[in-house]
């Protein structure tokens, strides 16, 4: 199908695509990579009459780093973060996590803002953002807000954003040199999305869990922090009792739906041995 009529708008600074927004309210909708979006614009799920592409925003672009954190513009596609050498060396979580990102083709173009305001549970970058304890730059006409991302995430397709707001940083602390981490995904085949994974960053100090944080992808209508299987590791040694112990309560925060990926029961199951995948390695490369 192709999409119905619409008019582009290509501004070349933040204050005029705000203006923009705000001058065309609920006829309007923000392009960044268009991965997502134009799919949905051909099945005509989405019709906008204005579409405001962000692709000329130089501002909303580039990953730099202050004293204590590692700032990404929105803009910034999927291969720029996995050809960071400061993500390399200093939040290696994402550059994972980015690589098992669809294909070539859909990292080339995709953008780390793009897929957080989706709200795709399906998607890998609000997992990864939780488990990261990120914040969210949202700009707006009349000045900016910060939200983590443990309190973005509200539904299916529905975030904190705001009409009228455009997402311009994902801020995050940069993680401790001795912080272990893993994204664990399983998936069908290159570029399908996950039918379960498990993102983990994890601290250990006198060979006990001093930090940990276990986030599940695809299993719940948003991302999925497993608390209770954070709290049974913390303060205990990270052994394959312990291990066990958090896959099962995480598998207990599971809602999956069933679709073609699997059913309840394999999905679930899935999210458990992801969760286990994902602790062991994790393990092994926090140093401690
Ligand atoms: C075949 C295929 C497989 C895929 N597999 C995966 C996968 O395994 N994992 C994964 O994470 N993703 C996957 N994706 C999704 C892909 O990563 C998209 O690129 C991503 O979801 C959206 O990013 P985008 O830059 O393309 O945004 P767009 O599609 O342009 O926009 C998505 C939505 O976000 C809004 N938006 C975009 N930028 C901003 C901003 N700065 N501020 C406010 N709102 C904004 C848009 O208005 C739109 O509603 C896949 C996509 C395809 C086509």
Redesign the pocket.
Known sequence: MIPRPFEYHSPRSLSEALSLLSQHGDTA????????????MKLRF?QPDHLID?GKLAE?KGIRETHDEIIIG??T??NELIWSALLQQKCPLLVEGAR????P???Y????????????P????PSLMIALGASFV?AGEHGQRVVHADHFFLGTYMTQ?EAG????EIRIPIPAADTGYCYA?L?RKT????TAATAVTLRMQDGAVSDVRIVLTNVGPTALRAVDAEQTLTGKALDDDAIEQAARLAMLACEPAEDLRGDIDYKTAMAGEMTRRALRTALARATH
Request: aromatic share 4%; no cysteine; glycine share 14%.
């Open positions: 909708k923000l392009l960044a990579g268009g991965h997502s979006f134009l799919p949905m989405a962000l909303l929105a803009m596609t999927e098992q990102i669809s294909d083709q859909v990292r173009r995709g953008t780390i803002g793009g897929d957080i305001s989706h709200g795709d399906g998607n890998d970058h949202l954003l707001e455009i997402m311009t995904k998936k570029g399908d999305f996950a």
